[in-house]
């Protein structure tokens, strides 16, 4: 009697767990069926912002045909943002029909720009038929299999399932030979069970560790991609400056030239030198911006830093004086040639000081000293000090602590570049509200760093 009555229950039990089954594998293969038709989807939009970019329809209307063929697949369509259809392929169907297609529609995007819309049918009666064939072979394999569990569970179900299914369920640890599983007199069946369990938990743990890494390299790559975009405006924006630019400046350097050629005033000869000097900056700058988005070509040679610094800071002195910053020290102990761009060591002392003063700085100090094969450059004010939300991204472009209107967020990145394009470099070394020290160092020229 108590056979029959574990027979009967194991064969409303395995009727019930069927049916849940059979629901549960429809609900998956339709979910499978729907995560099918959204990965085209997303493949679709894909190209298709490809396609967007370039105006390239009639790769995409080619590329819809293509999908069309596939088994399944009943209608695609692209969508402009503004309604404009861009290509289609199959036919829609009909509002009665709803039932028997998976409809997805997913956008295309630019970054948080929309740009339109996708749209794929996917036929779904094969899915139900196969839900269906699936229920009737599953309920009849169940009852059979109920049947031959009843059989083998009135021989095996204490000795050789319970308690070796307790000791496993007590702690599984992944390790073969754990002193708490008894694998010596365990069933071969169920020592594979332990052994997989603990190979999947320790897959579960590497592919959660993947996952976390993948999202890190999809952030990353999409700022990249951002970035990448500004700097493409930034030297469309240059080309048209460099432009316009050029030809007065060339213009005032001729007249330049006619003028200090006309003159034997020295004094006057003086300025206009002065004047032809700053023209050739402002064409250097022009040719900078262009260099912040495409590999700088830089013209190094061997250069006296310590009389090109002081220089700088003669020819600054009364702008800085104007906006607060009275006080700049110039100390250094080396005379030996460094392996630099004038015009960027000009920029990049350019660029640091003007920060300072934005900073609200009223001194500066300028420290040059040689060490082995280098030579060291270190900068010191006491303004308000670098914000630590930007820190670490302090030399990527367009971060800047500036309010919108005061700055483009370019200046340290183009400095970044110019020095990395002749073997120098440039960093922080610290930042408070009492100031900031950056330190560049440079090479020294060739034929100096073995002396």
């Given at each position: 009697?108590?056979?029959?009555?574990?027979?009967?229950?194991?064969?409303?039990?395995?009727?019930?767990?069927?049916?849940?089954?059979?629901?549960?594998?429809?609900?998956?293969?339709?979910?499978?069926?729907?995560?099918?038709?959204?990965?085209?989807?997303?493949?679709?939009?894909?190209?298709?912002?490809?396609?967007?970019?370039?105006?390239?329809?009639?790769?995409?209307?080619?590329?819809?045909?293509?999908?069309?063929?596939?088994?399944?697949?009943?209608?695609?369509?692209?969508?402009r943002f503004d309604g404009e259809v861009l290509g289609e392929a199959g036919e829609l169907p009909p509002p009665r029909e709803e039932g028997n297609h998976v409809l997805v529609r997913w956008p295309v995007r630019l970054g948080d720009n929309?740009?339109?819309?996708?749209?794929?049918?996917?036929?779904?009666?094969?899915?139900?038929?196969?839900?269906?064939?699936?229920?009737?072979?599953?309920?009849?394999?169940?009852?059979?299999?109920?049947?031959?569990?009843?059989?083998?569970?009135?021989?095996?179900?204490?000795?050789?399932?319970?308690?070796?299914?307790?000791?496993?369920?007590?702690?599984?640890?992944?390790?073969?030979?754990?002193?708490?599983?008894?694998?010596?007199?365990?069933?071969?069946?169920?020592?594979?069970?332990?052994?997989?369990?603990?190979?999947?938990?320790?897959?579960?743990?590497?592919?959660?560790?993947?996952?976390?890494?993948?999202?890190?390299?999809?952030?990353?790559?999409?700022?990249?991609?951002?970035?990448?975009?500004?700097?493409?405006?930034?030297?469309?924006?240059?080309?048209?400056?460099?432009?316009?630019?050029?030809?007065?400046?060339?213009?005032?350097?001729?007249?330049?030239?006619?003028?200090?050629?006309?003159?034997?005033?020295?004094?006057?000869?003086?300025?206009?030198?002065?004047?032809?000097?700053?023209?050739?900056?402002?064409?250097?700058?022009?040719?900078?911006?262009?260099?912040?988005?495409?590999?700088?070509?830089?013209?190094?040679?061997?250069?006296?830093?310590?009389?090109?610094?002081?220089?700088?800071?003669?020819?600054m002195g009364p702008v800085l004086r104007d906006r607060g910053i009275d006080d700049i020290q110039v100390q250094g102990t080396t005379g030996k040639p460094v392996w630099a761009d004038p015009t960027c060591v000009e920029q990049v002392m350019f660029n640091l000081m003007t920060n300072a003063a934005d900073a609200g700085a009223r001194s500066l100090g300028i420290l040059i000293e040689e060490t082995g094969?280098?030579?060291?450059?270190?900068?010191?004010?006491?303004?308000?000090?670098?914000?630590?939300?930007?820190?670490?991204?302090?030399?990527?472009?367009?971060?800047?602590?500036?309010?919108?209107?005061?700055?483009?967020?370019?200046?340290?990145?183009?400095?970044?570049?110019?020095?990395?394009?002749?073997?120098?470099?440039?960093?922080?070394?610290?930042?408070?509200?009492?100031?900031?020290?950056?330190?560049?160092?440079?090479?020294?020229?060739?034929?100096?760093?073995?002396?």
């Amino acid at each position: 009697m108590l056979s029959l009555h574990i027979g009967g229950g194991l064969l409303a039990l395995g009727l019930l767990l069927g049916v849940l089954a059979t629901q549960g594998v429809g609900r998956l293969l339709e979910q499978a069926f729907h995560d099918k038709a959204e990965a085209l989807a997303r493949q679709l939009a894909t190209v298709s912002l490809d396609a967007l970019l370039v105006y390239d329809y009639g790769t995409l209307e080619r590329y819809l045909r293509d999908l069309s063929n596939q088994s399944g697949v009943r209608y695609l369509q692209v969508r402009r943002f503004d309604g404009e259809v861009l290509g289609e392929a199959g036919e829609l169907p009909p509002p009665r029909e709803e039932g028997n297609h998976v409809l997805v529609r997913w956008p295309v995007r630019l970054g948080d720009n929309p740009l339109g819309e996708v749209t794929v049918s996917y036929d779904a009666i094969p899915v139900r038929e196969a839900v269906w064939r699936i229920s009737l072979f599953g309920l009849a394999g169940l009852v059979v299999a109920v049947a031959l569990l009843y059989l083998w569970l009135r021989h095996t179900l204490e000795r050789r399932l319970i308690l070796p299914v307790q000791a496993i369920a007590a702690r599984v640890s992944g390790r073969e030979n754990h002193p708490d599983l008894p694998l010596g007199r365990m069933p071969e069946e169920l020592v594979r069970i332990a052994r997989t369990f603990g190979r999947l938990c320790s897959q579960i743990e590497d592919t959660g560790r993947q996952r976390e890494e993948a999202q890190r390299l999809a952030r990353s790559a999409t700022e990249r991609l951002c970035r990448d975009q500004r700097l493409a405006s930034v030297g469309q924006m240059a080309a048209g400056l460099a432009h316009g630019l050029n030809t007065p400046l060339g213009n005032i350097i001729g007249y330049t030239h006619q003028a200090m050629r006309g003159t034997d005033d020295s004094h006057l000869r003086e300025r206009l030198a002065v004047i032809e000097e700053q023209a050739q900056v402002c064409s250097g700058i022009v040719r900078n911006l262009l260099d912040s988005v495409r590999p700088p070509e830089a013209n190094p040679g061997s250069l006296d830093l310590m009389e090109k610094v002081e220089a700088v800071v003669r020819l600054m002195g009364p702008v800085l004086r104007d906006r607060g910053i009275d006080d700049i020290q110039v100390q250094g102990t080396t005379g030996k040639p460094v392996w630099a761009d004038p015009t960027c060591v000009e920029q990049v002392m350019f660029n640091l000081m003007t920060n300072a003063a934005d900073a609200g700085a009223r001194s500066l100090g300028i420290l040059i000293e040689e060490t082995g094969t280098e030579v060291h450059l270190t900068l010191v004010d006491d303004g308000s000090g670098v914000p630590e939300a930007i820190r670490p991204r302090l030399f990527e472009p367009f971060v800047s602590s500036k309010p919108p209107g005061k700055g483009t967020g370019l200046g340290l990145h183009i400095c970044k570049t110019l020095l990395n394009s002749v073997g120098a470099d440039i960093e922080l070394l610290d930042t408070s509200p009492q100031g900031s020290r950056f330190h560049i160092t440079w090479r020294k020229a060739p034929g100096e760093e073995s002396r």
